[in-house]
C-alpha cells in the first residue's frame, strides 16, 4: 500500500503569513494527489485536486504543486477561515490519507 | 444542490453488526463513484471503501476488508455499508461522500454519522 506522510503536523502561524505543508507518498503517485481542510466539528472539503487544479469556489490563495512523490499545499496569506486541518489524499493505488497538519494563530 | 445524508450509527457491542445508509439527491447518483471514510475521536481520516456507479466495482482498506460490505441502489439514489464483527478500533464517525465519475477525488461529503464499538 501507499504510504503519505505531511509535515508538519501543527503549525502556528500569524494571520496574513504564507503557509506551506508538505506530503510525501512512499512511491511515484504521478499527480493524482488532492488537498482537503476540516474545521472542527465539519466534514472535510476538497480544495485542490490533481495536485494543483483548484476545486471550484476555493479561494486563489490556495495552490498545490508537486508530481511524483514530493507535493506542496501553499496558503499566499493566511485568513482567520483558513484555521483548520489539512489531509493530502492519494487517489493512485486505493486511498489513502495523510495524518493531517493542524492550523493555528500563534 | 447536492446533499447526503447518513444514517444508521449508534452504539454497538464487539462482534456485533450495522448497516449504514447515505440518502443523496442533487446529482445523478448512478454517474458517480461514492465512498465511505471513517474519523476516530481526535484521529485522522481513513478511507473505508469505495464503489463505483454501475457496482461493478468494489475496493476495500485492508483493515475492513472481509467484515464490511459497500453497496447502492441506483433507483433509491442511496449508498450502504453493511459493517459486521465490530471492533474497538472501528469507533467513529462515518461519512459518505461522492468521488465523481472516476473516482480520483473526494466530495461533497456527507455531515457524517457516529458509531461506537464498546461492551
Known amino acids: 500500500d501507499i504510504q503519505m506522510t505531511q509535515s508538519p503536523s501543527s503549525l502556528s502561524v500569524s494571520l496574513g503569513d504564507r503557509v506551506t505543508i508538505a506530503c510525501r507518498a512512499s512511491?511515484?503517485?504521478?499527480?493524482?494527489l488532492n488537498w482537503y481542510q476540516q474545521k472542527a466539528g465539519r466534514a472535510p472539503k476538497l480544495l485542490i485536486y490533481?495536485?494543483?487544479s483548484l476545486q471550484s469556489g476555493v479561494p486563489s490563495r490556495f495552490s498545490g504543486s508537486g508530481s511524483g512523490t514530493d507535493f506542496t499545499l501553499t496558503i499566499s496569506s493566511l485568513q482567520p477561515e483558513d484555521l483548520a486541518t489539512y489531509f493530502c489524499q492519494q487517489s493512485y493505488y486505493k486511498w489513502t490519507f495523510g495524518q493531517g497538519t493542524k492550523v493555528e494563530v500563534k | 444542490q447536492v446533499q447526503l445524508v447518513e444514517s444508521g450509527g449508534g452504539l454497538v457491542k464487539p462482534g456485533g453488526s450495522l448497516r449504514l445508509s447515505c440518502a443523496t439527491s442533487g446529482f445523478t447518483f448512478s454517474d458517480h463513484y461514492m465512498s465511505w471514510i471513517r474519523q476516530a475521536p481526535g484521529k485522522g481520516l481513513e478511507w473505508v471503501s469505495y464503489i463505483s456507479g454501475s457496482s461493478g466495482f468494489t475496493n476495500y482498506a485492508d483493515s475492513v476488508k472481509g467484515r464490511f460490505t459497500i453497496s447502492r441502489d441506483n433507483a433509491e439514489n442511496s449508498l450502504y455499508l453493511q459493517m459486521n464483527s465490530l471492533r474497538a478500533e472501528d469507533t467513529g464517525v462515518y461519512y459518505c461522500?461522492?468521488?465523481?465519475?472516476?473516482?480520483?477525488?473526494?466530495?461533497?461529503w456527507g455531515q457524517g454519522t457516529l458509531v461506537t464499538v464498546s461492551s
Open positions: 461522500a461522492t468521488a465523481g465519475a472516476s473516482g480520483s477525488r473526494i466530495g461533497p
Open positions: 490533481a495536485a494543483s
Open positions: 512511491r511515484n503517485i504521478n499527480n493524482d
